[in-house]
């Protein structure tokens, strides 16, 4: 199973990114799909999951503020994140609970 991020960037705080995740090769819709990042010499964490059925899970840091969705038929998971603080600075990496594979994960910035 291979997962691709993308649409890490740099932004100003209190603006906007989507993140994306591209599963291929598996069958993507019976597995629950994660957002983790990791900032310089911090321990990665967990940002949001989504279960097959939809059911979504955030961090308290971020909820009110990113929103995790999916697209079953592009084999897709995504990260809304808006209102961007520059404590979101990270690599973001997306992860599938079945296969517990791990993306490259996308940088994102976001200054003050």
């Known amino acids: 199973v291979q997962l691709v991020e993308s649409g890490g960037g740099l932004v100003q705080a209190g603006g906007s990114l989507r993140l994306s995740c591209a599963a291929s090769g598996t069958i993507f819709s019976i597995t629950t799909m994660g957002w983790y990042r990791q900032a310089p010499g911090k321990q990665r964490e967990l940002v949001a999951t989504?279960?097959?059925?939809?059911?979504?899970n955030y961090a308290d840091s971020v909820k009110g503020r990113f929103t995790i969705s999916r697209d079953n038929a592009k084999n897709t998971v995504y990260l809304q994140m808006n209102s961007l603080k520059p404590e979101d600075t990270a690599v973001y990496y997306c992860?599938?609970?079945?296969?517990?594979?791990w993306g490259q994960g996308t940088q994102v910035t976001v200054s003050s």
């Open positions: 989504i279960t097959s059925g939809g059911s979504k």
């Open positions: 992860h599938g609970s079945l296969w517990d594979s």
